[in-house]
C-alpha cells in the first residue's frame, strides 16, 4: 500500500489525464479541467434534489434554489445579483430531481470573486421571509406557466406514472398550495440537512492554477465540519417497469403523447447501449427513424422525440410526439412498427457504423459547449466520484455489437412493459 504522499499525488494529479481532483477534510470534493478559452466556469453541485425532500416539502428544493439569490449574512439581493453582473460574467442556478447547482461563468481573472459568491449564497442564505412572501407568487406564476403548456407537462405527469408512490415522480416546481406555506425556519432546515460539505463538489472549468483553486476553495470552508451523509430515500430501492395505457382529458388542441418506461441504473453495463438505440431511434438528428417515418414520410407531427432521462439507480427512456387528435392511434402503430424493427432485426454492419459516426460527431460538437460540459463533468464527479470525458464515452460505444443492441431493444422496448399517456 502506498504512503499517503502517494495516494494523495495520485488523486490532485486524476486518473484521467486533464482532470485533476482533490478531497477536503470536510468531504467536499474539487474537480478541475483546464479550459481552451480565457472564459471560465466554477460552481458547487449539491446532491440535493427533489427526491430528498420529505412528506409535505415537495418543491422546497426549487424554492431553496431561487431564495439563494435573495440575501445572505452580508449582502442583500442586488449585491448578490450584480456581484458577477460588474465584471461581465453571469450567475446562474438549477434544480433537478437529484442535485441543484449554483455556477458562475466570468474572465478567468475573476475566479476568486466568483468562487467567494457561490459559496456565500449556498452556505450563507437567511431566506428572509418578505422575500420568500415576494418570490413565492413568482414560482406560483412559473407553476401556472407550466400547467398551461403541456408539451411540457407531459413529462413530469408521466414521470409521476411510472415512479408511482416514489419520491422520483414528484414534481420539481411543487403546488401552489407548497409553496405558499414556505416559512424561513423550512427553508433553513431543509438547507441545513442537505447542504452539506461531504454531499458536494466544487467544479471549475478554466485555466486557474489548481493550486490557486485548492486555496481559494479551502480559505471558504474554513470552519466547516464534515456531518454524517444523509438521504431521504434509499437510491437502492428496485423501481419496477409499470406498463399500461392512460388517457388524460384537457382540453388541448392537439393531442400530446409520451411512451415509455423505467430503464437501467448507472451500474447496469447496457445503459450505454440504450443511449445508442435512443439515437438511432429518435435523438436530435433529423435522420432519426422516428423523425422520418411520423414527419417525413407520413407528416403526421411537427415534433417527435426520443428522451434518455439517466438518474443514479434508473433512467427514463421515452418517447414524445404531437398530433391531431384523429391520428394518434395511426402515430402509435408507426411508433411500435419502429420498435418491431430493433427488437426484430439486429442492426447491419453498415446501419451500425453509420450510427457510430453520426454519434461520436454528435458528442464532440456537445462538447464544445463548455459550459454543458462543465456541468456534465460536475454532475458525473458527484454521484460516481469520476468524470469519462469524450474519448472515454466513444471508448464505451465501440465496444457495443449489433447483437447486444438487439437484446436491449427485447428488454426495453417490449410492449408489456410499456407506459402509454395521453393528453387530449
Not at 428496485?238 to 388524460?248: D, N, P, Q, T, Y
Not at 453509420?354 to 458525473?380: R, T
Amino acid at each position: 500500500m502506498g504512503s499517503m504522499e502517494e495516494q494523495k499525488r495520485k488523486e490532485e494529479k486524476g486518473s484521467k489525464e486533464g482532470v485533476r481532483t482533490h478531497t477536503f477534510e470536510n468531504g467536499l470534493r474539487l474537480i478541475q479541467i483546464a479550459s481552451p478559452t480565457n472564459v471560465a466556469y466554477c460552481g458547487i453541485s449539491i446532491d440535493a434534489g427533489t427526491r430528498d425532500e420529505e412528506r409535505g416539502e415537495e418543491g422546497m428544493a426549487h424554492f431553496c434554489e431561487h431564495m439563494m439569490f435573495k440575501g445572505t449574512e452580508k449582502r442583500k439581493a442586488w449585491h448578490i445579483i450584480n456581484r458577477m453582473e460588474a465584471v461581465g460574467g453571469d450567475l446562474n442556478a438549477y434544480t433537478n430531481k437529484e442535485e441543484t447547482v449554483v455556477y458562475a461563468a466570468f474572465m478567468k481573472e475573476h475566479f476568486q470573486r466568483a468562487a467567494e459568491l457561490i459559496f456565500d449564497i449556498v452556505f450563507h442564505s437567511t431566506f428572509p421571509q418578505h422575500e420568500m412572501d415576494k418570490e413565492c407568487e413568482v414560482i406560483v406564476d412559473e407553476i401556472e406557466s407550466y400547467n398551461d403548456t403541456p408539451a411540457d407537462l407531459i413529462f413530469d405527469r408521466f414521470e409521476d406514472l411510472i415512479y408511482e408512490g416514489h419520491a422520483l415522480g414528484h414534481d420539481i416546481l411543487g403546488t401552489a398550495e407548497n409553496v405558499r406555506r414556505f416559512q424561513t425556519e423550512d427553508a433553513l432546515r431543509f438547507t441545513q440537512r442537505q447542504y452539506r460539505p461531504e454531499k458536494m463538489v466544487f467544479f471549475l472549468f478554466g485555466n486557474v492554477a489548481f493550486e490557486q483553486a485548492k486555496r481559494v476553495v479551502g480559505k471558504m470552508m474554513e470552519g466547516m465540519e464534515k456531518a454524517e451523509k444523509t438521504r431521504t430515500e434509499e437510491k437502492s430501492r428496485k423501481i419496477e417497469a409499470r406498463g399500461g395505457r392512460f388517457v388524460e382529458e384537457r382540453g388541448t388542441h392537439q393531442a400530446h403523447v409520451m411512451i415509455g418506461r423505467a430503464a437501467y441504473g448507472s451500474e447496469d453495463d447496457k445503459r450505454i447501449a440504450l443511449y445508442f438505440l435512443n439515437n438511432i431511434l429518435g435523438g436530435p438528428g433529423m435522420n432519426s427513424r422516428l423523425n422520418i417515418a411520423l414527419r417525413e414520410h407520413e407528416g403526421l407531427v411537427y415534433t417527435v422525440e426520443s428522451t434518455l432521462t439517466n438518474y443514479t439507480d434508473t433512467s427514463t427512456w421515452a418517447i414524445y410526439f404531437g398530433c391531431d387528435a384523429e391520428d394518434v392511434e395511426r402515430c402509435l402503430k408507426t411508433v411500435r412498427q419502429e420498435l418491431d424493427q430493433l427488437v426484430n432485426e439486429p442492426l447491419t454492419e453498415r446501419q451500425f457504423h453509420a450510427a457510430l459516426k453520426q454519434i461520436k460527431g454528435q458528442i464532440g460538437v456537445a462538447c464544445d459547449n463548455f459550459e454543458n460540459y462543465a456541468l456534465d463533468m460536475a454532475k458525473a464527479y458527484l454521484h460516481y466520484n469520476k468524470f469519462e470525458g469524450m474519448k472515454d464515452t466513444i471508448e464505451h460505444l465501440q465496444k457495443l455489437t449489433p447483437q447486444l443492441l438487439q437484446e436491449v431493444a427485447k428488454e426495453v422496448f417490449d410492449e408489456k412493459g410499456l407506459t402509454t399517456l395521453i393528453f387530449r
